[in-house]
């Protein structure tokens, strides 16, 4: 399978596709969650409760993998996997959530956004990635 250019890669990663963000628990054991992103100056950008299972794990060992992926359901899967050191930002967040709902739910407007919106208690995952491998299938017998 063929990777990716840059400029293909940031115009895939500007879709609302699900992002999977997996960490490590205290016991070693993966932890994988769906979630939303953006991209940001070459860093993928999380929003999530302080409280969630992701924020601790990273507390505890900041090695994370993120994968990007879709599929046509034919021969069409692009994707994206990365992966390095997460950094949690805890400063306030709240543009990058308005980002995030723009891009997912369309507006500020929807019901979902109001209520994200209202949520104080949370925190930003932010991945420069070390290591990023790409693909997109749908180049393959050109």
């Known amino acids: 399978m063929e990777i990716m250019t840059q400029k293909e890669l940031e115009e895939f990663l500007s879709k609302p596709n699900l992002a999977r963000i997996a960490t490590v628990g205290?016991?070693?054991t993966p932890h994988i969650?769906?979630?939303?992103f953006i991209y940001e100056n070459g860093a993928i950008i999380i929003?999530?409760?302080k409280a969630s299972k992701k924020i601790k794990n990273i507390r505890n060992k900041p090695d994370?993998?993120?994968s990007i992926d879709t599929s046509d359901g034919k021969a069409g899967n692009r994707g994206a996997i990365f992966s390095g050191n997460a950094e949690l930002i805890d400063i306030d967040s709240e543009e990058t959530i308005k980002k995030l709902c723009i891009k997912y739910l369309g507006n500020l407007d929807n019901p979902v956004a109001k209520q994200l919106l209202q949520v104080k208690e949370r925190s930003l995952i932010?991945?420069?990635p070390q290591k990023t491998i790409s693909w997109d299938s749908s180049k393959?017998?050109?």
Do not use: Q
Not at 33 to 36: E, K, L, N, Q
């Open 47 to 49: 929003g999530t409760s």
């Open 64 to 66: 994370v993998a993120i």
């Open 33 to 36: 969650a769906p979630v939303w």
């Open 126 to 128: 932010k991945l420069k």
């Open 26 to 28: 205290k016991n070693c």
């Open 140 to 142: 393959m017998g050109r």
